[in-house]
């Protein structure tokens, strides 16, 4: 975490309106930087990295829903991976070195790391995800591409590979054989791009009158929601915080005044939130000074079942004509459940985390209704397969990643 979180000046925040998304991340990316990058070059990465539509869009009522996969893989971590990558490259420009970017996935972040760090120079990618537990659109997207991003089908759960993963980082002999960076949201350059987003969902708002919404946040490992909290620390204007999980529901009983107490994971339609043990809930502690009153009275969290979850997607289309994948559906039914207990008139933005395609099994069954797959996710269905299968033990991924050195 950044030692202390920059405040910028009320009159950004009070004129968001006026701004373009790329306005708004410039603005909140660059105290972060301070002269490791010019003005010049950091517009240039953010011009590069967020290159598509952020629509906001009205469901039902004060409902909206910040749709954030509009990027190439159709999934919110383009933001962070996009905007991470370019980065990545720069550095390596000027290090001359290469760094070996290691990445443990339930899902999504897989396949947006692959693609945005795809043919980078001086830049090799691991992609760890648990065998079996990732959609096959997800597995291709990230499983196909070879040149420079490896993929690494472990046999276990998310926890484990994410456990990999650190180990690594802390691994003094590993260390001194290669550079090693991670992409997770471990990474803070993964994590500020999700800021952005919160704040352009709050200039467009300003248009419509609205000045602090309810964010609802589908949560797994709670980076989404934690980009959030940053942008709020950095006085973006904000009602209130909805973590929104399956029945990994290890922060909304916390939140709910339980003692935090990970557990393993268990699979769910949901997958990509299928976390026991999530990593960030350490750097929401940080942002609210370890003070578990201080975050329960700005976060509420709410858990729902698989059966929930596809009543939710079945209702909202049948409603609406609006499609929802398992994880946007578990945060909007979060979202009515809040205004429903306090003022259904609360202006509330659920974010909306995939494209429906990417869950398309799940969800046609409960519509009765085929959805259209794009042109580009076609083309990653048809192609090879390319991964290799490990253990769940580290000293063989250790061993792995040292031939492959």
């Not at 309106?17 to 990316?29: D, Q």
């Amino acid at each position: 975490m950044p030692e202390e979180i920059p405040v910028l000046p009320d009159s950004f925040w009070s004129s968001l309106k006026e701004l373009s998304f790329n306005e708004i991340a410039f603005e909140m990316a660059k105290p972060y930087f301070g002269e490791e990058l010019s003005d010049e070059k950091l517009n240039s990465v953010i011009n590069d990295a967020f290159n598509f539509p952020v629509p906001i869009t009205p469901v039902e009522g004060n409902n909206f829903v910040l749709e954030l996969f509009h990027g190439p893989t159709l999934a919110f971590k383009d933001f962070g991976a996009r905007f991470m990558a370019r980065l990545f490259s720069e550095k390596a420009r000027k290090d001359q070195q290469e760094v070996t970017i290691l990445v443990a996935t339930s899902g999504d972040t897989g396949s947006a790391v692959a693609h945005g760090f795809y043919k980078v120079e001086g830049v090799e990618v691991c992609l760890l995800f648990p065998k079996g537990k990732v959609s096959n659109l997800q597995e291709q997207q990230m499983a196909t591409l070879g040149e420079n991003v490896t993929a690494l089908e472990v046999e276990g759960v998310f926890d484990d590979c994410q456990r990999l993963v650190k180990q690594a980082f802390t691994d003094d002999d590993l260390n001194l054989k290669m550079q090693l960076s991670s992409a997770n949201s471990i990474n803070i350059a993964r994590l500020l791009p999700q800021s952005f987003y919160y704040a352009y969902a709050v200039s467009e708002l300003q248009k419509k009158g609205i000045d602090e919404p309810v964010f609802s946040v589908p949560s797994g490992n709670f980076g989404n929601l934690t980009g959030g909290l940053l942008a709020m620390k950095m006085g973006m204007p904000a009602k209130h915080f909805l973590a929104a999980t399956n029945m990994n529901d290890v922060v909304p009983e916390y939140l709910k005044g339980d003692k935090f107490q990970p557990r393993d994971s268990i699979q769910t339609i949901s997958n990509a939130m299928d976390v026991g043990n999530p990593s960030n809930f350490v750097r929401i502690k940080y942002l609210f000074g370890n003070s578990d009153s201080a975050i329960r009275d700005q976060i509420t969290g709410y858990s729902y079942t698989d059966g929930e979850t596809r009543k939710t997607i079945r209702e909202v289309f049948e409603k609406f004509s609006y499609l929802l994948c398992p994880h946007t559906a578990i945060g909007y039914r979060a979202s009515k459940d809040y205004q429903s207990e306090r003022d259904v008139k609360i202006p509330t933005v659920t974010l909306a985390t995939a494209h429906p395609v990417k869950f398309r099994d799940v969800i046609e069954p409960e519509i009765n209704h085929q959805i259209d797959v794009p042109d580009r996710l076609n083309v990653w269905l048809k192609k090879e397969k390319k991964s290799t299968s490990i253990g769940s033990d580290f000293e063989g991924f250790k061993q792995f990643l040292v031939d492959r050195a």
